[in-house]
């Protein structure tokens, strides 16, 4: 995080959601650093528009409670909370000119109209549309109706900015750009914001933290390395990013490794949870972690398979290959030296690249 910091904390203390015998949220602690650009991840269903229904007052803890600043919010009006939400549609007004979509916040507020103008003025030109300020938004393209969303929030000057899923319209060019867009605007403004999202490269590319949830229930919370690199569980390993599972039976285990019987065979991988020998498991490999071998090249682990096909994905391949009855992916820089690879090939991976955790849901996503 950079610049002022204006936002304010967070804090969920055992706050959970039902809907008569539904339980949407589990009960939930969570804290929320002020100015910090905090996601929280899942698939659809799984209760984070819940709890963004909570920050911003259109729903009560049925137990527990949320603070924003130190404050309970429960029972307090969403007009008078310190949060702003901006919405997937939008909900700009087509008849009005973008400087009074962005002013209208201000003037159920009771400012002049000449005060409502310089300020939205300013805001506008924070998130570059100073030029379009007297255009309708039938006018503009996709993303600076985006940015006038964003300017529009940024107008009452709240401490917390919810966005829920504001990206999922654009295009995938025009998403790529807004992610920079928004972490830029929130690093310069120091709001707090909670970004919902199902799209995990969204999460991962602008957030200081990451939360991932399932059925109700926070999985996992840390930095998007964490996330990605040192997956919690077999749900947040395999939500996030692609991944390579196979069943596995811990046979020994030492100095935070582990060497496990799969149905491809024996292979050492880093044990992080601990798992005792007989412990039932799942072996989890990157396809970005699983490398061609050349004669005589030696790895931890390594494997023979035959190449099925190669799919070119513009900055790198993946190639899909079978081994012992089953598919593993491997991703490859594309660079043409991948194109070589047909027919029987030997695989390799190190122990510090694969994990073991103990069995659990996975994603299906």
């Not at 698939?43 to 130190?70: A, E, M, Q």
């Not at 009771?110 to 300020?133: F, M, P």
């Not at 991944?243 to 992080?272: H, I, Q, Y």
């Not at 993946?318 to 012992?324: A, D, K, N, R």
């Amino acid at each position: 995080m950079t610049g002022q910091t204006t936002g304010k904390a967070i804090e969920f203390d055992r706050a959970s959601v039902r809907f008569g015998q539904f339980q949407a949220v589990q009960p939930t602690d969570l804290r929320i650093e002020p100015g910090e650009f905090f996601s929280i991840l899942g698939p659809s269903g799984c209760g984070k528009t819940t709890l963004l229904r909570l920050l911003s007052g259109f729903l009560d803890p049925t137990d527990g409670d949320v603070r924003i600043g130190g404050t309970s919010m429960v029972g307090v009006d969403p007009s008078v909370r310190p949060t702003a939400l901006i919405f997937q549609n939008l909900a700009l007004f087509p008849l009005m000119p973008i400087w009074e979509n962005v002013a209208f916040g201000l003037e159920m507020r009771g400012w002049s109209r000449a005060k409502r103008r310089d300020r939205a003025y300013e805001l506008l030109a924070t998130v570059a549309l100073s030029d379009h300020a007297e255009k309708l938004p039938a006018q503009l393209s996709g993303g600076q109706k985006q940015r006038v969303a964003i300017a529009r929030a940024l107008a009452v000057e709240p401490s917390v900015l919810l966005l829920d899923e504001p990206l999922s319209a654009l295009d995938l060019k025009l998403r790529q750009h807004m992610r920079a867009e928004l972490k830029q605007i929130q690093a310069r403004t120091g709001i707090t914001f909670v970004y919902i999202t199902h799209d995990q490269g969204e999460a991962l590319t602008m957030s200081d933290r990451v939360a991932v949830m399932n059925r109700g229930r926070i999985m996992q919370i840390g930095s998007p390395d964490d996330i990605y690199d040192r997956p919690d569980n077999a749900f947040v390993a395999t939500f996030v990013g692609e991944m390579n599972a196979l069943n596995a039976k811990v046979v020994s285990c030492a100095d935070g490794t582990a060497l496990v019987e799969t149905p491809l065979g024996g292979f050492r991988a880093t044990n992080p949870k601990g798992l005792g020998a007989g412990t039932e498991a799942i072996l989890f490999l990157r396809p970005e972690k699983l490398r061609l071998l050349t004669a005589g090249e030696a790895e931890d682990n390594h494997l023979s398979a035959r190449v099925l096909r190669r799919d070119m994905e513009g900055a790198w391949s993946t190639l899909v290959v079978e081994t012992g009855g089953r598919e593993l992916k491997l991703h490859l820089p594309h660079d043409g030296r991948e194109t070589l690879a047909s027919g029987d090939v030997a695989l390799g991976f190190s122990a510090a690249e694969a994990v073991i955790l103990p069995k659990g849901e996975m994603s299906d996503d």
